[in-house]
């Protein structure tokens, strides 16, 4: 899901987030390591660090390049992003399948949160506020009246510490970010943990954690942009989609859950069995003419279960690529890239229009600090937020 463009815009520059990126000027051994580890055939070494950009306040970005079980990962300590992956097709042919940028400068000014871990509250809260322990506590709205995504400055817009691993049959990074008490209008401080893992199967998990100290609200998630037929390569339309769910929470104008949790059945939101995601795209329910298209949250049947469980499953029929996303979380938002205008250019050099990529995000519901029936996002002290999020490659 996203917020509109200009939006996303205006906040940076008001937040004075001008930056330089390094590009192809970066010191040649920075990227010469950078390719070894994106092209290297032996997968499971150790992540390699090289020098991504710069931010206006002096601030350097760096990126990670991670292969194992013939998956390859570049991500940025700027935001966690995740710039690109990599898997192969049906004939190990292997391609970008995510959106992203080149350099920072594109990420701080105009990034429709690409590839971003999103927090401290994935998704909307109704006007940005919510009661928690008899307390109103206001946020920073960042979307209209509401507040998205954490507000003008979340999670996506900060630098994290990273420690890379390597570990026997597996490799990755720990993400931390410390969000102190009152950021973007929330209460407590939040040490927050996010694990990225590159296991020896080429899956890719992400391992979210958080404590406070002081009651509050989280929902951390991952807002990555897929494409499987690969990254600029056009519409994700004809991608086969299945999940897991029979019912769904029908939005406001605002694009506000109303509370209801609602039967796909009979809708163009039924996804219990795979179609192609063009099928009913355009079948003028009004949910997708106020959303322009999807941009819902499907609550699981499953439900928040102990360990993460398969729930959905994309399926590009060109390139045979197939993603599987098993999590523990009792919702997901399908966002089909409906604002992307042809004005963003990626990785690949190709400009990024309506329908060119699509969002899986994990998660409990929006607003869910304002709905007494959804589940809760409230953490106390002495509790630990955790939450597993699993994707698998097929072709």
């Not at 929006?366 to 490659?393: C, E, K, M, W």
Request: charged content about 20%; hydrophobic content about 30%; glycine content about 12%.
């Amino acid at each position: 899901m996203e917020l509109n463009r200009r939006t996303v815009i205006a906040g940076a520059a008001a937040a004075g987030l001008a930056a330089t990126t390094l590009g192809s000027t970066a010191t040649s051994a920075a990227a010469a390591t950078g390719t070894q580890a994106a092209n290297g055939s032996s997968g499971g070494g150790k992540p390699v660090k090289e020098l991504f950009g710069t931010l206006a306040d002096g601030t350097k970005v760096y990126r990670w390049s991670l292969e194992n079980g013939g998956t390859r990962l570049k991500v940025l300590n700027y935001g966690g992003i995740v710039q690109t992956l990599e898997v192969p097709d049906r004939r190990g042919h292997h391609a970008n399948v995510v959106a992203g940028f080149d350099d920072i400068a594109d990420y701080v000014a105009k990034s429709p949160y690409f590839g971003a871990l999103i927090g401290r509250y994935g998704n909307r809260i109704g006007k940005g506020r919510f009661t928690l322990d008899g307390k109103s506590y206001q946020l920073s709205v960042n979307d209209g009246v509401n507040s998205l995504h954490g507000g003008k400055q979340g999670f996506d817009k900060h630098v994290w510490d990273v420690e890379p691993f390597a570990d026997g049959s597996e490799v990755g990074l720990h993400l931390h970010y410390t969000s102190v008490d009152g950021e973007m209008g929330y209460p407590g401080t939040l040490k927050a943990k996010v694990t990225y893992t590159l296991t020896r199967h080429g899956e890719w998990r992400i391992d979210y954690e958080a404590t406070t100290d002081k009651a509050t609200i989280v929902n951390l998630t991952s807002h990555v942009y897929w494409n499987l037929a690969g990254e600029g390569s056009g519409t994700i339309e004809d991608h086969e989609l299945r999940i897991a769910a029979s019912r769904y929470t029908p939005t406001d104008s605002g694009l506000i859950p109303t509370g209801e949790l609602a039967k796909v059945a009979g809708t163009p939101f039924d996804f219990r069995h795979a179609k192609p995601i063009g099928r009913d795209i355009r079948a003028g329910h009004v949910q997708q003419v106020q959303a322009k298209g999807y941009d819902h949250n499907w609550v699981l049947d499953k439900g928040i279960t102990q360990r993460p469980e398969h729930v959905v499953t994309l399926r590009d029929p060109r390139s045979g690529r197939t993603l599987k996303i098993a999590t523990d979380q009792p919702g997901l938002q399908f966002y089909s890239g409906n604002f992307l205008d042809g004005t963003l250019t990626g990785t690949g050099g190709h400009t990024y229009r309506q329908g060119d990529a699509l969002c899986l995000e994990t998660q409990h519901f929006p607003d869910s600090p304002n709905h007494a029936n959804f589940p809760s996002t409230v953490l106390r002290p002495g509790q630990t937020y955790r939450t597993t999020t699993i994707h698998t490659f097929e072709a």
